[in-house]
């Protein structure tokens, strides 16, 4: 059974298809792309996978599970996590703040629960601490130690995709959206990144679909690739494949 | 005797405070200016006055009574208009608060009739302390300690509890906050409920110092609104100052100004605001990038 499989799918904006009968499958523990010019459709697919949108038409099943009308917090809830092409942080909260608002889903946010909070042994004071060292070791693995008591507002661009990054990792997803994660990021900053969604995939066995314009990041970590422009599949495979394919090349650099 | 005007224009300044403390958090959390509010209020006391006059029971059975309806009446209103709106915007959802406003007046009217009714107070109006020259009645005492206590209560909720947390998320980055698995809808029938316990509390501080009927709460809470203003409509601390500042103002203008000019005050301070400092004194303005 496929992680994460869209079928058909097609979404309108006014007279624009920004999706037209797309189809496609990702297994478990894939690290998947997907690549195409500007305004080819592919936020607009991540956005119809988090139930932002709803595609008219075709369904996206999660499992074997379809969740194509499900709310947005309803996917979530299932296991998958997502970050943005432009930042969606809680800009006036400090990191940690935003790291724990990711482990929201496995919280149980009891009032008369937090009010027994000033007791250390008490169950919501054991279960803070638990949560507490799950976002430590999120902020370990993304050298975020010297980030924590700050309010993301104030943090370096690069850091603030981390901090994202970050996010969706303490919701312990199986499956991880990044929408071109490596935008904006200085070569080394990239060069971390890469190593860590490899670390993703092996150590926390999480399966990613990325969306990003570095194409030698893409070739690089990617175990197949989807090209898609104008919202249709253009070529899918490994990635030598996908490099060499004549329409690829067209899509990119247009037709002689 | 300006100490004398400060400290009854703070009495009154406090349910100005309330009133603006539950509007702004409707209003972070959604950007409705919620014009229910003190008619929500309203009725939450009549339900207090219906337990304690009427049925005779005591004082905290009619307290909690009408703070449990509160909570009900929030969730509800919530969930059974605001939510059910299809493609709100703005706008279409102001008018919603407003049409809810002029049901609950118009069963109000229906209910209990227009007359004006007394609600007693364990806190008398008329027996005061005296404190340096400066003379207070307990019931003022007890509407400064209940707004000083409901900010002391909200400090908690929002700053040391989870579902606080995910509350300041919504208010922050709703979508982001959705995606995070945090029931953006649920949250906001959380900030009804909270919001309109903290209008009851008002409403049922104000019913004794004028009287009780359906039009009770229409002048506080435009004051309410005002102060929000002043405040910023997004900061809970600047609501709370703008609510003070408002009633001190308000009763040192009626002194030394003009008396019948004393309501106008608080219209003159919202233009004056949107003039000169449209962000209000701590509030942000947030910017979005496009």
């Not at chain 1, 200085?186 to 066995?205: A, C, P, Q, S, V």
Request: glycine share 10%; with cysteine; charged share 15%.
């Amino acid at each position: 059974m496929p992680m994460l499989k869209v079928s058909h799918i097609t979404k309108t904006f006014g007279g624009l298809k920004a999706l037209d009968d797309l189809s496609f499958s990702v297994e478990k523990g894939e690290i998947y792309s997907v690549i195409g010019p500007n305004g080819a459709g592919k936020s607009t697919l991540f956005n119809c996978i988090n139930s932002i949108y709803t595609p008219e038409n075709g369904t996206i099943s999660y499992k074997g599970e379809e969740i194509t009308n499900l709310s947005s917090n309803g996917v979530a809830s299932l296991g998958i996590a997502r970050t943005f092409q432009n930042i969606e942080l809680f800009s006036r909260l400090t990191t940690m703040e935003n790291l724990m608002l990711g482990r929201h889903l496995h919280m149980k946010t009891g009032l008369l629960a937090s009010a027994s909070m000033w007791w250390r042994g008490s169950k919501a004071a054991q279960e803070e601490i638990k949560h507490r060292e799950k976002v430590e070791e999120i902020i370990d693995i993304l050298d975020l130690q010297a980030y924590r008591d700050k309010f993301v507002s104030q943090l370096p661009y690069g850091i603030q995709k981390m901090v994202e990054l970050g996010r969706a990792l303490c919701m312990e997803p199986d499956l991880l959206l990044l929408d071109e994660p490596a935008a904006g990021l200085n070569n080394e900053e990239r060069e971390d990144l890469i190593f860590w969604i490899r670390d993703i995939r092996d150590e926390f066995g999480i399966t990613v679909v990325m969306i990003e314009h570095n194409m030698q990041m893409v070739v690089d970590i990617s175990d197949r690739i989807l090209v898609i422009n104008f919202g249709k599949k253009l070529a899918e495979g490994l990635p030598e494949e996908v490099i060499n394919h004549q329409e690829v090349i067209n899509a990119y650099l247009g037709q002689p | 005797m300006t100490g004398q005007l400060i400290i009854s224009g703070l009495t009154i300044g406090s349910i100005y405070a309330m009133l603006a403390l539950a509007m702004s958090i409707i209003y972070k959390a959604s950007e409705i200016p919620n014009f229910a509010q003190g008619d929500m209020g309203m009725i939450s006391t009549y339900i207090a006055y219906m337990i304690l006059v009427v049925h005779g029971w005591p004082f905290w059975m009619a307290f909690a009574g009408a703070m449990i309806f509160a909570v009900i009446l929030g969730f509800l209103f919530e969930f059974l208009f605001i939510r059910r709106a299809k493609e709100p915007n703005i706008l279409n959802l102001i008018i919603v608060t407003l049409g809810f406003q002029l049901f609950l007046y118009g069963m109000t009217g229906w209910r209990w009739g227009s007359d004006q009714r007394r609600l007693g107070m364990p806190f008398s109006e008329t027996d005061t302390i005296n404190v340096g020259g400066v003379v207070i009645s307990h019931l003022g005492v007890a509407t400064i300690l209940t707004s000083i206590i409901i900010m002391v209560m909200l400090w908690f909720f929002l700053s040391r509890t989870k579902l606080g947390l995910a509350m300041k998320a919504v208010q922050q980055n709703p979508m982001a906050a959705e995606i995070n698995g945090i029931p953006k809808d649920r949250i906001l029938g959380i900030s009804f409920a909270i919001s309109s316990v903290i209008g009851a509390m008002a409403g049922m501080m104000i019913a004794p110092i004028t009287t009780l009927d359906p039009n009770m709460m229409w002048d506080p809470l435009m004051k309410g609104f005002a102060a929000a203003v002043l405040g910023g409509m997004t900061s809970l601390p600047g609501a709370i100052i703008g609510g003070y500042l408002l009633g001190i103002i308000e009763n040192l203008f009626g002194f030394y100004v003009s008396l019948e000019f004393k309501s106008v005050v608080a219209f003159l301070i919202i233009v004056l605001v949107l003039v000169f400092k449209p962000a209000g004194i701590l509030g942000h303005h947030y910017v979005r990038k496009v």
